[in-house]
């Protein structure tokens, strides 16, 4: 099994300044670098967040209006909608289809968007330790969910050696194709280092997807 060469990353462009300057941070660390706590972080961190929300004059974090809680609570499995909400916002995500990574941006608009086009190689060689795969959108909980949990983050030298073995044995959910390709890629907490590995970056004015280049 084997990964694209090149993964993308879905940035707001309002975002971009700071992510040059501290690379990319999950929105759990942005809470954090908010000095956010308490309450007001819970509903931003294990709540569902219904709108586009500014964390600090310098820094935004998108809605997660396709992950109502009514949805997750039927498709969870060991975990509560709170815990899935914090798990999913303690991560940095990529994408390695850029049709997927397109619905997103479509799903961003009107609001300007920033692709980074990554060197999966170099990313996952620096952060093996702290990156999963993932075989589904987990940021979408609609239109029948598939079952989901702490498993459906595989560790990538799990997946390397096994697929999603360990996903199926932890969720009771039929084993899937071994060469079925990840949707996500993910790594935990922050990548602060992110620009070492951004071989291009796209700027998408409002109205605007993203195009890739076969050469």
């Known amino acids: 099994m084997k990964l694209p060469d090149r ?51 310098r820094v935004h974090i998108r809605d997660q209006r396709p992950m109502p809680p009514s949805a997750l609570a039927k498709c969870l499995c060991g975990m509560d ?33 920033v692709v980074m086009i990554v060197d999966t190689a170099a990313l996952v060689a620096r952060y093996e330790e702290k990156v999963a795969v993932t075989p589904i959108n987990t940021g979408n909980a609609r239109r029948k969910p598939a079952r989901r949990g702490a498993a459906t983050f595989v560790p990538m030298k799990e997946w390397a050696r096994s697929g999603w073995a360990s996903e199926a044995r932890a969720l009771g959910i039929p084993l899937r194709n071994r060469l079925r390709q990840p949707v996500e890629l993910t790594v935990l907490d922050k990548v602060p280092d992110i620009m070492r590995f951004v071989v291009d970056f796209v700027i998408l004015p409002t109205g605007r997807s993203f195009e890739l280049n076969v050469t």
Not at 28 to 51: K, N, T
Not at 81 to 108: E, G, I, K, T
Request: aromatic residues 10%; hydrophobic residues 45%.
């Open 81 to 113: 909608p709170a815990d899935w909400y914090a798990m999913v916002n303690a991560r940095v995500f990529f994408w390695l289809d850029s049709d997927r990574l397109n619905r997103q941006r479509a799903a961003c608009e009107p609001r300007p968007q």
């Open 7 to 57: 993964i993308y990353h879905l940035a707001e462009a309002s975002n971009w300044p700071s992510i040059q300057r501290e690379g990319l941070l999950s929105a759990s660390r942005l809470l954090s670098a908010a000095g956010l706590a308490g309450a007001g972080r819970d509903r931003l961190e294990r709540a569902q967040r219904l709108v586009y929300t500014m964390v600090s004059s």
